[in-house]
């Protein structure tokens, strides 16, 4: 069995209150921080590069229906075992910010069957959650 490498995404996101998105990635997530000029930061975002951009133009809110809930897209997120999706949904349960979707399990007892939760950052910016019992049946169909 070969090993793949997992290789870093970049994703550089708009904010409009860079301290405010700084505050809240860092109470939710386990993020680091890496360069930075007065109208961007770089986070580490799980071993990849996220970054927050000072804009006056947020992205555009749009939604797709996906068992049973109106998803928003755009949106980009992570994929974690269950015990680090229960971590980030408690630092959201004791947190100022609301579940965008609460938790659920999504495509229960189906190929792909997951955990999933939506949250938005202060700037619109939607993020999902996810956890497999198995990360091997995340492209399952």
Known sequence: MSTK??????????VNDLDMCVDFY???FPVSFGRSDSTWIDLNFYGHQLVLHLSNKLAEENYNHV???DVPYPHFGIVLGISDFLEIK???EKSDYDFFIKPKVRFENMPGEQHTMFIKDPSNNFIEIKAFADQNKLFET
């Open 5 to 14: 490498i997992m290789h870093p995404f970049h994703l550089a996101i708009p």
């Open 90 to 92: 408690h630092n959201i």
């Open 67 to 69: 068992d049973g809930d």
């Open 26 to 28: 860092k109470e939710i």
